[in-house]
């Protein structure tokens, strides 16, 4: 049985543990996140894919099959249509402006000094 685990730190710094347990023989899942079983499938001898939140943000627990061999992994989905993901967003496109506005700054000051020196 193939048994993993993850560790997700939000943003105040709370631990949340995700495991996975996995047999090959049977097919057999079992997902978890801290105390709580999220889910129980079966006969999964193939790649899959499983989804859920922990908090507001949207986690991902990949089994992926190659080579007559499982790898596993969890991963933060950044790019679907979640609250989180629209205020990331916001945030994003703002320090991009904010980035923007400060290298014109600075490439309007070397151009006065440099300018202003000839």
Same mark, same amino acid.
């Given at each position: 049985? +193939? =048994?993993?685990?993850w560790?997700y730190i939000?943003?105040? +710094? $709370? &631990? #949340?543990?995700?495991g996975l /347990?996995?047999s ?7 997902l978890? =996140?801290?105390?709580k079983?999220?889910l129980?499938d079966? /006969?999964v001898? &193939?790649?899959k &894919? ?6 507001? $943000?949207?986690c991902?627990v990949n089994i992926?099959k190659?080579? +007559?061999c499982? /790898?596993y992994g969890? $991963?933060i +989905?950044?790019?679907?249509? #979640?609250?989180?993901?629209r205020?990331r &967003?916001?945030?994003?496109r703002k320090?991009? @402006?904010e980035s923007l @506005?400060?290298?014109g700054i600075?490439i ?6 440099? /300018?202003?020196l000839i």
């Amino acid at each position: 049985m +193939n =048994c993993f685990y993850w560790t997700y730190i939000g943003d105040r +710094n $709370e &631990k #949340t543990q995700v495991g996975l /347990y996995h047999s090959k023989e049977s097919g057999n899942v079992m997902l978890y =996140c801290g105390q709580k079983i999220l889910l129980i499938d079966f /006969y999964v001898f &193939k790649s899959k &894919k499983y989804s859920f939140f922990i908090g507001d $943000e949207l986690c991902e627990v990949n089994i992926e099959k190659k080579n +007559n061999c499982f /790898y596993y992994g969890m $991963e933060i +989905n950044t790019k679907a249509d #979640t609250p989180r993901n629209r205020a990331r &967003k916001i945030i994003d496109r703002k320090d991009m @402006v904010e980035s923007l @506005v400060m290298m014109g700054i600075f490439i309007g000051a070397i151009a006065i000094v440099f /300018y202003g020196l000839i």
